[in-house]
């Protein structure tokens, strides 16, 4: 058993080529939409309405019987996503409920076996991605309020589930790999795995080695994630942060990180749920969703921005318009954060830096004067110019640092781009 554990720790992870290829798209690629769709949209009160409702799984599973999307077009989400500026997909293939979104051959749980529609919607979307040149993520739940053999933190505190707590673990593991293999081997080339719900029982031994490793065998360049809060483990290729901005702390952080370790990605949502929730308008605003995929970029991370749609395959208008502004901004400003790295500088006050080549772009996010000192990081300058008008921007380099003249008529409310060309 020792020498079993042994072996477990000194498991050394070698990312094939297109993984390491497959990163540094992922860096450069800087926004995707996140969706999170399941049975429980018919319900219109999030992903959680099985727990938060207390809803016994016998009357849950009436549910898919409801669940008819006949209006869910893939071409319309892929080409949503495309004029929005975003680069890749990633959807919930299984939720905490465990129903399956695809046609499971190891559960009939699924969307196929189980709902008037009977479609594979992940097929359809792998296929309409592959078109269009969008790469798609599958985010699985390691949680399962569902499967006999996951036994949940029980009925007291963590999830509801009206079902004892007791199970084998190691066969719940077999079928979520039963059912990656599934994932990973029948819709063409998979982007990653993302990964949530390992902190519903973090003591659990959950065979990560054996199932990054499986990921890793059956497609090299798909990158493995886990939304578990903690440092990245051996066999993951990128780290998010939900809800948070890299080392904001509040989730997703781990002191004991290495920052820059690995590709990073922050998740929002674009109103105050991930999955379909009638009541929720508490939509963000434009300025909002763009300055957090700015500083997001200056943090050096992607930002994946969910949308939960309705019951019947549409996503809220209000989201399609948010969407589409963000999309109109970026076709102004994308060049200052597309293919870019977070930094010289770490976030400020007033805002964030992104560099490319020879390029620093100053994102001024909030600041209200007429010029703006920031500290200097040991290049010369040769030029600033306005990014949105190219007109150029008076600056002064001396031993405290770059001062930068804006126009205060020039200041943008949402992002004032001021592009350094150096030396
Ligand atoms: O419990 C889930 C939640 O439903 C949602 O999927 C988010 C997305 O990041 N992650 C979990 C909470 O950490």
């Known amino acids: 058993l020792f020498l079993l554990h042994g ?48 809803i016994p799984i016998k009357t849950y599973e009436k549910l898919p019987a409801f669940f008819n999307p006949t209006e869910f077009d893939a071409k319309a989400w892929v080409k949503m996503a495309k004029d929005a500026g975003m680069k890749y997909i990633t959807i919930t293939s299984k939720h905490h409920d465990g129903f399956a979104m695809w046609d499971s051959k190891v559960s009939d749980y699924n969307i196929v076996k189980r709902t008037p529609y009977g479609k594979d919607v992940l097929k359809m ?14 985010y699985h739940s390691q949680l399962d309020w569902r499967h006999p053999d996951y036994f949940p933190r029980g009925n007291t505190g963590g999830n509801y589930t009206g079902r004892p707590d007791r199970g084998d673990m190691n066969k719940y593991l077999d079928y979520m790999d039963a059912q990656l293999t599934e994932l990973l081997t029948g819709y063409g080339d998979v982007a990653g795995i993302w990964f949530d719900g390992m902190w519903d029982k973090k003591d659990a031994d959950w065979r990560l080695e054996k199932t990054y490793k499986l990921i890793h065998q059956l497609q090299p360049g798909a990158l493995v994630g886990s939304n578990h809060h903690r440092a990245p483990y051996e066999g993951e290729d990128f780290q998010m942060f939900e809800k948070d901005l890299p080392g904001h702390n ?23 749920s991930w999955g379909f929730n009638l009541k929720d ?130 200041l943008d409310e949402v992002d004032t781009v001021i592009e350094l060309e150096l030396k």
């Open 281 to 410: 308008d508490r939509h963000k605003s434009r300025k909002e969703l763009i300055q957090y995929l700015v500083k997001a970029a200056g943090y050096d991370a992607n930002f994946l921005l969910n949308v939960g749609p309705m019951p019947n395959g549409k996503i809220q208008p209000e989201h399609i318009e948010l969407l589409k502004q963000m999309g109109d901004w970026l076709k102004q400003y994308g060049e200052t954060l597309y293919g870019t790295r977070g930094g010289p500088l770490t976030a400020r006050d007033w805002g964030v830096t992104t560099q490319k080549e020879n390029k620093v772009y100053v994102h001024i996010l909030k600041w209200y004067d007429a010029s703006l000192l920031i500290p200097s990081w040991g290049k010369k300058i040769k030029s600033a110019t306005l990014f949105a008008d190219k007109t150029p921007v008076k600056f002064l380099e001396n031993q405290y640092g770059i001062t930068l003249s804006i126009p205060k008529e020039k």
């Open 125 to 138: 979307l792998a296929d309409e991605c592959r078109k269009e040149d969008i790469k798609l993520f599958f």
């Open 7 to 54: 072996a477990y720790a000194q498991w050394k992870y070698e990312p094939s080529p297109e993984n390491l290829k497959n990163r540094e798209w992922f860096q450069q690629a800087k926004f995707g939409l996140f969706i999170h769709w399941g049975v429980y949209s018919v319900l219109g009160d999030g992903e959680w309405v099985m727990h938060q409702q207390q």
């Open 250 to 272: 509040t989730t997703g952080f781990s002191p004991e990180q290495k920052i820059g370790m690995l590709p990073r990605e922050t998740c929002e949502t674009i109103n105050q």
